[in-house]
C-alpha cells in the first residue's frame, strides 16, 4: 500500500476544519539531542501555546512542581483549537494548545500524524457559559436563527459542531442550517459584537452575564452533557523522540487536573491569579473568578472509545467519514500518562 505524504494530510486537515491554508513547506528540524540525562529526559525545554487570562492544566502543572526539571516556553497566543493542533504538528509547539475533541478525529481522518495524549476539559453543568443573544432579542428558538450571525473564535471548531447540532435538534434541514452564517470574531471581542448587533448570538462567559442585558439560548452541557469536548495533542514524531519528556509533562499535566479536583474552588482560583501574576504577560484577571472546573469526567484526563464517539458518528453522519473507517487507538493513546490516585 502506498503511505501518503504527511504534509499533503496537514494541508487537508487544515482545509477540513476550514482555516486558511498558511501551513509550513516544510516541518521545523528538531534540536539535535544533547547527551543522555540521568532521569531519561531527552529535552527540558517545552514549548506551548497560551491563552491571556486563562490558566491551562499544562500551566498549573509547571507551577505545582509536577514537571521539574522540565520548564514551559511560551510561544505566543494560541487563536482556537485547530490552530493549536497544527502548531504542534509543525514543531512551531510541543504540544497544541487545548484542542475541540471533534478536530482531533478529523485531523486522524485526514491522516495527519498526530495524536491525543490527554483531556484538557469537557462540558458540566455550568451556571454561566453557554451561546447569548441579547435579552430583548426575538431570538428563542433554533428557527429563529435562521438567516442570522452567529460569533465563533475559529470556523470548525467547538462553536461550529454544537451550532449545527443545536440547530439539528431544533428540526432545521441542512438547506436551512446553510442559511445560518458564522461570522469570526477576534479574541475577546464576542460580548461587544453581540451588544452592537454585529452578530445575532454569541458564546459568553461569566462577566458579560454578569453585566446583564443577555440571554442565554442554548448552551453546551444542553447538547451532549458530561463530556471530554477538549484535548491536548501532540506530533507523532515529537512523541517518538521525545518518549520521556512526553510522559513527564502528560503525567503532570494529569496531576494537575487531580490537584484541581481535590481542592476546593477558591483555593484553586487562588493560585490561578498567582499563577498570572509571575508570568507578566498583558491580560487580566477577570474570567477567573468564575472558574469552576475544567469538567474532565475521567480520573487523570484518561480516555476511553466512548470519549470520541459523538465525534466519530457526526463525521459518519456528514459523509465525511464511513462506518467503522475510524480506528480509536490512532486518535488516542493513554501510554504515557502514568497518573495514579497511589
Known amino acids: 500500500m502506498q503511505h501518503h505524504n504527511w504534509k499533503k494530510n496537514l494541508v487537508h486537515f487544515s482545509a477540513i476544519v476550514a482555516l486558511p491554508v498558511l501551513l509550513l513547506a516544510c516541518t521545523k528540524p528538531l534540536p539535535e539531542s544533547k547527551l543522555p540525562r540521568a532521569d ?47 502548531s504542534a504538528l509543525s514543531g512551531d509547539s510541543d504540544i497544541s494548545s487545548p484542542s475541540f475533541a471533534g478536530s482531533a478525529v478529523k485531523m486522524v481522518a485526514s491522516g495527519v500524524p498526530g495524536t491525543v495524549v490527554i483531556a484538557s476539559y469537557g462540558t458540566f453543568d455550568d451556571p454561566f457559559a453557554g451561546y447569548y443573544v441579547q435579552e430583548n432579542s426575538p431570538i428563542h428558538s433554533a428557527r429563529d436563527l435562521i438567516g442570522k450571525k452567529i460569533g465563533t473564535n475559529i470556523l470548525g471548531a467547538q462553536v461550529d459542531y454544537m ?43 461569566g462577566p458579560a452575564i454578569e453585566r446583564g442585558g443577555v440571554r442565554r439560548l442554548y448552551r453546551d452541557y444542553e447538547i451532549v452533557g458530561d463530556l471530554t469536548t477538549g484535548t491536548y495533542v501532540m506530533a507523532n514524531r515529537y512523541i517518538a523522540e521525545h518518549p520521556n519528556t512526553t510522559r513527564k509533562v502528560v503525567t503532570g499535566i494529569a496531576k494537575a487536573i487531580e490537584w484541581s479536583r481535590q481542592r476546593n474552588r477558591d483555593e484553586v482560583i487562588a493560585r490561578f491569579e498567582q499563577i498570572l501574576e509571575k508570568r507578566k504577560r498583558p491580560e487580566n484577571n477577570a474570567m477567573l473568578k468564575y472558574w469552576t472546573n475544567w469538567g474532565i469526567p475521567s480520573q487523570g484526563g484518561q480516555f476511553q472509545n466512548h470519549d470520541f464517539k459523538i465525534w466519530v458518528d457526526n463525521l459518519i453522519a456528514e459523509g465525511q467519514l464511513k462506518s467503522n473507517q475510524i480506528d480509536y487507538k490512532k486518535i488516542y493513546t493513554n501510554q504515557y500518562n502514568e497518573y495514579s490516585p497511589n
Open 40 to 86: 531519561g529526559l531527552e529535552s527540558l525545554e517545552f514549548k506551548y501555546l497560551g491563552s491571556p487570562g486563562v490558566v491551562t492544566p499544562l500551566e498549573l502543572a509547571e507551577d505545582l512542581g509536577y514537571l521539574a526539571p522540565i520548564k514551559l516556553s511560551y510561544q505566543g497566543v494560541s487563536t482556537g483549537g485547530p490552530q493549536g493542533i497544527q
Open 163 to 205: 451550532l449545527k447540532a443545536y440547530l439539528k435538534q431544533g428540526g432545521l434541514t441542512q438547506e436551512e442550517i446553510n442559511q445560518v452564517t458564522l461570522v469570526v470574531l477576534p479574541p475577546g471581542s464576542s460580548e461587544q459584537a453581540l451588544r452592537s448587533g454585529h452578530v445575532d448570538l454569541a458564546p459568553l462567559g
